[in-house]
Every structure is written in structure tokens, then in C-alpha cells.
């Protein structure tokens, strides 16, 4: 706010302000060549008055004075604030104004400010949103705006992605499908493409297939005619073949033949000549043999013989001596043994047999003492001495 100055002029001695002729009688002769001043006569007392003026027009936009010649002054107040940011003015009734100027250009692509000093200013907006798969750029109306980067190029044999740091990538397609029965390739048109794997192994004994983990398989074909007596095989070139089996073992003592469910088959020949005297035996070669067996049981106490119906016989030795005072037994390793049957088998007695009957008699025996000894008979060692 601008305060009111009103410029009030001072009497310098009394002279100036009053009539220097003496009483008026008319406000002329109050006139103080002042025209700052209302110029009075009071005709009751002839006293001159000169009343400063009133210069005050009720404006806070002047600076009221008054000069003594030119009467009341009205100088426009200067509203000037030093701000180029504001625009000055001044409204009689209250002074002077400082409104903020609007800088706003209608243009979205620029960022409005103001500078005391030099005014508006403009500065371009920058659209950056660091991220280069957008491209930036400004609408006047609409402001900043960012438009996806197309980064296809053209080559289906490549994967197109965008880094926000990097910009467009172009990475190599990965054709493989996982699969080795496929030759995996990519054609930039097309993309990828996957051709069998050729697994001919120009072989008719394989059954040619193809495993997506393993690969190739070159399974060999069954030339089973299911019959035992074949051998059955496989030729590459002329596939299955199968050849009459060979049941010939070279044994005389088998006859050989095969049966097409077990396949070959081996008799064994008979050789029994009905003679229990004889061992039957085949010999590979020679045929039946008939080797007569040894009837010796290896006891010398009984005659070996052999018997055509029954086999192997063997009877006990007659050892009988026809003597009656002996015992006759037949014994392994011996043969016949004689004992004298009358023994007792005690050393004190003395045995005797009589011939004609066999009776035995086993009559005690002295035992003479010899000189300072004392005799006596032991039925183990006979007579024996006992001296002091």
C-alpha cells in the first residue's frame, strides 16, 4: 500500500500569510500570491486568513503536493516492483497492484517458469523414460508419450525382445526340438524345420525305427519258423533263411531223428544180450559190447560162478576136515583156519581131546616151587614163581 503524501506549505513569517496593509475588507486584500491557500477576509474583524488547500483527490495512484504558483500537483505514483514476473498497475482505491503474470504458453512440451529478472521463460521438456524399447517423444497438447519400439526384423529364425537398457535384441531361434530322429533346422522365412532322421540301415534283418531320446534302433527281425528242426537265420540280402537242422551225433549207439516241436532227438540203442554172465555196453564207435563180468567178491572163503539166468553166484568152501578134535572155520584173508577145539583158553590147565569122540579134557597144572619160592598159576601167563 502507498501511503497518501499531501505536501502542506508552511507560512515563513507572518507577512505571507496575512495582508501586510492592514485590516481587509474584501478577500482580495487577503491574497497572499499563494495559490496553495484559500485566501479569507473576515469583514467583522478585517483580519485576512489564508487556509491551506485540501490537495487530496482520494487516489493512492498519485502523490499529491501543492506548488505556490501552479496551485495542487497530482504525480502518478510509479507501481514498479522490479519483478518481470508481475504485472504493475494501480487501482485509486487501493494502490498499486502486482499481479503474477501467466506464463503458461499452451504448449505441453514446455516447462513454464518465471525469472524476476528477464520474464518468462521456456524450457523443452524432456521425454525420457529411460527406456530405450519406447520411443519418446512430445504432443503440444497431449505432452510426453512413449511409443513401443518395434524391434521385428523380419527373421523368424531369430527371437526379437527389447532390454529397457539395451534396446532391441535379436537372438538365434532354438530349433531343437528334443527329438534325434529330427534334423533340426531354420529358414528365415519359415522358421524352424525338423526333418526325419533317414534310419535305413539297408539291411532286411532289421526291423529300422527311430527313438526321439535314443535315435536310430536297428532291431533284428525273429526268423522263427517254430520248428526245432531248422536253424533258422538271416541273411542281409536275402532275409530269412532257415536250414535243415543236422541230428547226427556220430554215436552208433543212439538213433538219431527230430522232432519239429523239441527238435533233434537221440534213442539210446539196446544192448542186451539176455546173458546176466555178460556187461552190456555201447561204445560210440564200436557199437554194443558184451564184456562177461568178473564174479570175484574177493572173499576167498566162497566159490565165484557166474549163472547166464541168474548172474553172479557165491557158496561157501567146504573147510571140514573131518577131524573131531579140531574146530574148522573159514576166515577173509585166511581162508580155512583149524583150531585145536579142546583149548580153553586157560594157561593152567592142560587140554586134550580124544580122537574118536572129540571129547575134551582140560586137566589143572602143577606148578613145582622152586627153592625159597613160592608157586602158583596164572589162567593168562601159567606158572609163576614168587620168591622172598
Known amino acids: 500500500m502507498v ?42 474583524s478585517g483580519a485576512c486568513s489564508n487556509t491551506y488547500i485540501n490537495c487530496d483527490d482520494k487516489s493512492y495512484c498519485t502523490m499529491d503536493s501543492c506548488d505556490r504558483i501552479k496551485g495542487c ?3 502518478n505514483v510509479t507501481c514498479n516492483d522490479n519483478n518481470l514476473c508481475t504485472a504493475d498497475s494501480c487501482k485509486p482505491s487501493t494502490g498499486c497492484s502486482y499481479i503474477p503474470i501467466n506464463c503458461n504458453d499452451n504448449n505441453a ?34 505432452g510426453c508419450y512413449y511409443t513401443a519400439a518395434n524391434c521385428d526384423d523380419a527373421n523368424k529364425c531369430t527371437n526379437d525382445y527389447c532390454n529397457i537398457t539395451s534396446g532391441c535384441q535379436h537372438t538365434t531361434t532354438n530349433c531343437d526340438d528334443n527329438n534325434v530322429c529330427t534334423i533340426d533346422y531354420c529358414d528365415k522365412v519359415t522358421g524352424c524345420g525338423h526333418q526325419a532322421v533317414r534310419c535305413d540301415d539297408s539291411n532286411v534283418c532289421t526291423s529300422d525305427s527311430c527313438d526321439p ?118 576166515e577173509q584173508g585166511l581162508g580155512c583156519v583149524y583150531r585145536a577145539k579142546c583149548n580153553d583158553g586157560n594157561a593152567c ?14 586137566t589143572p597144572v602143577v606148578c613145582p616151587a622152586q627153592p625159597g619160592c613160592s608157586a602158583f598159576c596164572d589162567s593168562t601167563r601159567g606158572c609163576q614163581q614168587l620168591c622172598a
Open 109 to 142: 512440451c514446455t516447462s513454464e517458469s518465471c525469472n524476476p529478472k528477464v520474464g518468462c521463460a521456456y524450457t523443452k521438456v524432456i521425454c525420457n523414460d529411460n527406456n530405450l524399447c519406447t520411443s519418446d517423444q512430445c504432443s503440444t497438447t497431449a
Open 213 to 330: 531320446k535314443t535315435g536310430c534302433a536297428y532291431t533284428q527281425i525273429a526268423c522263427n519258423d517254430n520248428n526245432k528242426c531248422t536253424i533258422d537265420s538271416c541273411d542281409s540280402a536275402a532275409g530269412c533263411l532257415f536250414q535243415p537242422l543236422k541230428c547226427d551225433d556220430e554215436n552208433v549207439c543212439t538213433f538219431d531223428s527230430c522232432n519239429a516241436a523239441t527238435g533233434c532227438e537221440y534213442t539210446k540203442a539196446v544192448c542186451d544180450d539176455g546173458n546176466k554172465c555178460t556187461a552190456d555196453s555201447c561204445d560210440p564207435v564200436k557199437g554194443c559190447q558184451y564184456t562177461s563180468i568178473n564174479c570175484n567178491d574177493g572173499n576167498i572163503c566162497t566159490n565165484d560162478y557166474c549163472n547166464i539166468t541168474t548172474g553172479c553166484q557165491a557158496t561157501p568152501i567146504n573147510c571140514d576136515d573131518n577131524y573131531l578134535c579140531s574146530v574148522d572155520t573159514c
Open 3 to 44: 501511503f497518501k503524501r499531501v505536501l502542506f506549505l508552511v507560512c515563513v513569517g507572518l507577512a505571507i500569510c496575512l495582508s501586510s496593509a492592514g485590516p481587509c475588507s474584501v478577500d482580495l486584500h487577503c491574497n497572499d500570491s499563494n495559490n496553495c491557500t484559500i485566501d479569507k477576509c473576515n469583514i467583522t
Open 349 to 362: 590147565t592142560s587140554d586134550s581131546c580124544d580122537t574118536p569122540t572129540g571129547k575134551c579134557t582140560n
Open 73 to 75: 500537483v497530482y504525480t
